[in-house]
T-cell receptor
Framework: DARVTQTPRDKVTEMGQEVTMRCQPI?????VFWYRQTMKQGLELLAY????????DSGMPKDRFSAEMPDATLATLKIQPSEPRDSAVYFC????????????FGQGTRLTVV | QKEVEQNSGPLSVPEGAIASLNCTYS??????FFWYRQYSGKSPELIMS????GDKEDGRFTAQLNKASQYVSLLIRDSQPSDSATYLC?????????FGQGTTLQVKP
């Protein structure tokens, strides 16, 4: 069953706490994207990796967000410290190719920071 | 100008009608174009890809691409209530997949 798997599905945390979101891309896919979706901003690209190397993280607030890909089967997005404005749905998507190909989305992590 | 622009809608059509969704993009060098469907509370799902000028048909869906005018559209024939969702246009740029804001489609029985 080829699909992108994200954990956790839902996360409620208090302001100031660290949040870690995980993503397992489709086996064999070499590109991983992290997106954030809110009603106001729509789907915003936070960061993406190709062949595990970070290519662009210009969409992330650098002081509190970090994205890593420790191996080909795991991508992580961390927020430390979390703030209420970080409340959103975070999607991971993976794709295969050099940059002009489609991406397939995981089910998302709904983050609520109170 | 946004890189990928869509009318947010909602676009309301009666059941059985043709729904027409439009998207414009700013980068003349774009070569690939994708349509995603997102049901409320769910993740985006790829439904159409188009790479060359003209039409591409898949069942009730037709994607139309006009590179000279920098627009891509999605037609849904015989619209069904189950087609009610947000439709997102996506265009790759320098390796990044950029999405429009999406158009919400409502198909009324």
């Amino acid at each position: 069953d080829a699909r992108v798997t994200q954990t956790p599905r839902d996360k409620v945390t208090e302001m100031g706490q660290e949040v870690t979101m995980r993503c397992q891309p489709i086996l064999g896919h070499n590109t991983v994207f992290w997106y954030r979706q809110t009603m106001k901003q729509g789907l915003e690209l936070l960061a993406y990796f190709r062949n595990r190397a970070p290519l662009d993280d210009s969409g992330m607030p650098k002081d509190r967000f970090s994205a890593e890909m420790p191996d080909a089967t795991l991508a992580t997005l961390k927020i430390q410290p979390s703030e209420p404005r970080d409340s959103a749905v975070y999607f991971c998507a993976s794709g295969l190719g050099g940059g002009d190909t489609e991406a397939f989305f995981g089910q998302g992590t709904r983050l609520t920071v109170v | 100008q946004k890189e990928v622009e869509q009318n947010s809608g909602p676009l309301s059509v009666p059941e059985g009608a043709i729904a027409s969704l439009n998207c414009t993009y700013s980068d003349r060098g774009s070569q690939s174009f994708f349509w995603y469907r997102q049901y409320s509370g769910k993740s985006p799902e790829l439904i159409m890809s188009i790479y060359s000028n003209g039409d591409k048909e898949d069942g009730r869906f037709t994607a139309q691409l006009n590179k000279a005018s920098q627009y891509v559209s999605l037609l849904i024939r015989d619209s069904q209530p189950s087609d009610s969702a947000t439709y997102l246009c996506a265009v790759p740029r320098t390796g990044k997949l950029i999405f429009g804001q999406g158009t919400t489609l409502q198909v009324k029985p």
